[in-house]
């Protein structure tokens, strides 16, 4: 104080009520955000979920099952959206870099079935007062995933994790999305392109068969194929080729009888 009035000369003024440090034992759970971008159908590999676990208990605590939802969006029903993720890896950070890589280790496989993924048979430890880090990552389905679905996984509860012993979490549910892939078809591996065989032949002999496509819808989603250019590979000039016909096979997946003439091609003039 500033006038003579200094103290207090008693006791030390304190407060009355003791206050507590708690430390509560338990693990803490986070998702790690993962950038949302585009994925091809077929991709492998593409991380869905980046789980960060924390063990506050002064034992090693071990994870023996997880689960995990489909959080994927689309037109198509939970059976579609289910497909288009054709298996799920929970992969261990291993190297504990915060990123899945191919070195991370899988420690169980699973598949969605009505929007949820079960992985088990493994062991996964959390030594006293460590984190560790763990993802669930999924290979793009190459003939069922649609252009523009956007694919996810996320954990809806504490009950989707179970260990090997009672053991408090502490995490905001549900984690996730932990991810939100664009799918961006199409890519040349939906398309088979079939043996046409080689054959000789003579002026005004024909038709023969240049090229045989499987050509495949959206992933569930039918699609309606307006335009195919097709390019002359061969050593005859365009000018050799009196017509070329664009063929729909009627179902016998050989050209024949069935099939439905859609048209004469028109030259674009180019050669690819
Ligand atoms: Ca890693
Ligand atoms: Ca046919």
Same mark, same amino acid.
């Given at each position: 104080m500033a006038s003579a009035d200094d103290g207090p000369i008693d006791r030390a003024v304190a407060n009355p009520s003791a206050l507590t440090i708690a430390v509560v034992d338990r693990i803490a759970l986070a998702l790690k955000p993962i950038n949302p971008g585009g994925v091809a159908p077929g991709q492998r590999d593409v991380p869905l979920l980046a789980l960060v676990a924390t063990n506050t208990y002064a034992v090693d605590k071990t994870l023996v099952a997880l689960a995990a939802g489909d959080a994927s969006t689309g037109s198509g029903t939970q059976a579609d959206l289910d497909g288009e993720l054709a298996s799920l890896a929970l992969r261990d950070?291993?190297?504990?870099?915060g990123v899945l890589d191919? &070195?991370?280790?899988?420690?169980a496989t699973a598949f969605f079935v009505s929007g949820r993924a079960s992985f088990g048979g493994f062991t996964w430890t959390i030594p006293a007062g460590k984190t560790r880090r763990l993802f669930v990552s999924g290979d793009v389905a190459l003939l069922r995933a649609a252009d523009g679905d956007v694919l996810a996984g996320s954990i809806a509860s504490a009950a989707d994790f179970e260990f090997a012993d009672p053991t408090a979490l502490s995490a905001v549910f549900p984690l996730g999305p932990g991810a939100a892939w664009k799918v961006n078809g199409m890519v040349a591996a939906e398309v088979q392109a079939r043996d046409a065989p080689g054959v000789t032949l003579g002026a005004s002999d024909g038709p023969a068969l240049a090229l045989d496509l499987v050509v495949r819808r959206n992933g569930y989603v039918d699609d309606v194929l307006d335009r195919l250019s097709v390019v002359?590979? &061969?050593?005859?000039?365009?000018?050799?080729?009196v017509e070329v016909h664009l063929w729909s096979d009627g179902g016998d997946g050989v050209l024949s009888g069935d099939d439905q003439d859609l048209g004469v091609m028109a030259p674009s003039g180019g050669r690819g």
């Open positions: 950070d291993a190297n504990g870099d191919p &070195g991370d280790p899988t420690l002359n590979l &061969g050593t005859a000039p365009d000018a050799e080729l």
